[in-house]
């Protein structure tokens, strides 16, 4: 597209942009494109997948959540005591739940962000499920568990605060039994929120 100045009273000027800025211009637009398209009967976790995947890589810095929340729990493994694990690492959050024994236990919850969510599955069977909302900013879970390991491991773009509630067969979990970031502090209540340091 030509860019047309009309100086008072002489005969127009034609300048055509530069071709490089041109091309890149087209070429930023048409990732932007790809990254917009997503096949006809995606889930609302793959459109949120897309999406925040661009704007996370782009805009914010993924590490800027407190240090108290980094790292796996140490006290965390597959059938181990029963309750939520919650910890951010550079590859965003990650919730696991699981319990001693093969009992069958329903861990449920939600998580609420202030921006869009990308999120996918970890270990989940027939029954497992998790949900975002039609704004992508409410996620919600039930997991059936027997003893091994169920999670989700999710993204929040530029979020600065998240909002954390869990539940195991139907009842609200104990402060206890949430561990949260590689020395596994409890938070002082259920639901509790995190917030972004910068």
Known sequence: ??????????????????????????????????????????????????????????????????????????????????????????NGWHLRVTHRGSAKVVFTGKIVSDTALSVKGYHLESGDKFQLSADLKILTYRFTNYGHTDGIDFRTACATRLWVRGSMAGVKLPVGRIWVGRAGHHPLQNPFVILRTS
């Open 1 to 90: 597209m030509a860019i047309i100045d009309t100086p008072s009273r002489k005969e127009p000027t034609v300048r055509h942009p530069n071709r490089r800025r041109l091309l890149s211009t087209l070429l930023g637009l048409s990732a932007l494109s790809a990254a917009l398209i997503v096949p006809t009967g995606a889930s609302a976790s793959t459109v949120a997948a897309t999406t925040t995947a661009t704007t996370t890589a782009t805009t914010c810095d993924e590490g800027r959540w407190p240090g108290r929340v980094q790292g796996k729990p140490v006290a965390f493994t597959s059938g181990g005591r029963a309750g939520d694990y919650l910890w951010h690492d550079a």
